[in-house]
């Protein structure tokens, strides 16, 4: 299929995805089992990535400065703003589309080819609704709270080289923690994060809706899933940056 239809199915997709909800009670339990899913799945992955990049970017910063014009405290700073501008919102939600991202294509694909969706359709429910805006509705809640935790684990693997290495001091660290600090980053970051965590869960249950064929398929409609979700979270990520920091 061409790029257009592609992106034309999606959009009608969603058009059935944001109906009115039949029974906003079920759609509520199911929004709370997929938080906890796409949330509590997440953490431990995402922690030791954070604490380890965290680490890995304070070394090499130390490692970069090479003048005494440079002060150490820069450190941290530099530290705060990679975690808090990129690695946190944008490294970490890439990661999450693909952890995210395949599972939601390949636990819908198989509904599709088992003919579950189907039976939800034969039955008068919006299978579209049903399946997918849940998971949205979880996403746009958890994935921000995920991105705060692998900013401030991020932030805490570089504390942690500054307390258990010569390098750097803990107060020189937390001096550039708390140098030039702007609030409107923090809130830029969870703005993308609300782009992204849309990205992360609609593109791949299209793929995963429109999967045909056998199980096979199924692996095709997650892998296309994590590239183009990849693909549209760096564009997107390009157009907020542009739009909000330049």
Not at 103 to 113: A, L, P
Not at 125 to 152: D, E, G, H, Q, R
Not at 190 to 218: D, H, M, R, W
Request: glycine share 8%; aromatic share 12%.
């Amino acid at each position: 299929m061409s790029a257009l239809h592609n992106i034309g199915s999606y959009f009608l997709l969603l058009a059935r995805v944001f109906k009115k909800p039949d029974n906003y009670k079920l759609y509520w339990r199911q929004t709370l089992h997929e938080m906890v899913s796409l949330g509590l799945g997440s953490l431990g992955l995402i922690a030791i990535i954070s604490l380890f990049m965290g680490a890995v970017v304070t070394l090499q910063t130390v490692s970069a400065i090479n003048s005494p014009l440079i002060p150490l405290y820069t450190v941290g700073y530099a530290t705060r703003q990679s975690f808090i501008l990129e690695l946190a919102p944008t490294v970490m939600c890439l990661i999450l589309a693909g952890k995210i991202g395949s599972n939601i294509s390949s636990e819908i694909g198989s509904m599709r080819i088992t003919e579950q969706i189907d039976a939800l359709e034969i039955m008068g429910i919006n299978s579209a609704s049903y399946l997918i805006l849940p998971k949205i509705v979880a996403a746009l809640f958890t994935i921000p709270i995920i991105i705060i935790y692998s900013m401030f684990l991020g932030i805490l693997g570089g504390w942690i080289v500054g307390a258990y290495s010569s390098m750097l001091s803990v107060s020189e660290y937390i001096y550039g923690l708390r140098w030039d600090f702007e609030l409107f980053h923090v809130i830029y970051a969870l703005v993308k994060t609300l782009f992204f965590a849309f990205i992360i869960t609609s593109v791949p249950s299209y793929y995963g809706y429109y999967t045909s064929g056998g199980a096979l398929e199924i692996g095709k409609s997650s892998t296309k899933s994590v590239v183009y979700s990849s693909i549209t979270i760096l564009i997107i990520n390009y157009i907020l940056t542009q739009l909000l920091l330049i």
